[in-house]
Nanobody
Framework: QVQLVESGGDLVQPGGSLRLSCAASGRIFNIYTMGWYRQAPGKQRELVANITSGGSTNYADSVKGRFTISRDNAKKMVYLQMNSLKPEDTAVYYC?????????????WGQGTQVTVSS
């Protein structure tokens, strides 16, 4: 059973920083692209950033220059360093990963972690 578990969400003041982590576990043969999505109240879920197994990255325009995605393939983890946080970054952040197991290859989602930016 493959699982993605996020951590690191918190309440932070505007201008502050947070680091989200996501760990993949289970009978995993390979992990391809990993990423982070977010969903704010009343809004659609949107891509924040993703990173390929080779390290190529892609960011939403709204977070470019403030957020950095990285991964540790040996540990099966992906991270999101968030700096200069704004109230509009408030959302539930979800980790995703394109994972190959013995039986299938598909996208897995974590349960989400709440990030609140407020003074």
């Amino acid at each position: 059973q493959v699982q993605l578990v996020e951590s690191g969400g918190d309440l932070v003041q505007p201008g502050g920083s947070l680091r989200l982590s996501c760990a993949a576990s289970g009978r995993i043969f390979n992990i391809y692209t990993m990423g982070w999505y977010r969903q704010a109240p009343g809004k659609q879920r949107e891509l924040v950033a993703n990173i390929t197994s080779g390290g190529s990255t892609n960011y939403a325009d709204s977070v470019k220059g403030r957020f950095t995605i990285s991964r540790d393939n040996a540990k099966k983890m992906v991270y999101l360093q968030m700096n200069s946080l704004k109230p509009e970054d408030t959302a539930v952040y979800y980790c995703t990963a394109d994972i190959l197991t013995r039986l299938t290859r598909r996208i897995y989602w974590g349960q989400g972690t709440q990030v609140t930016v407020s003074s």
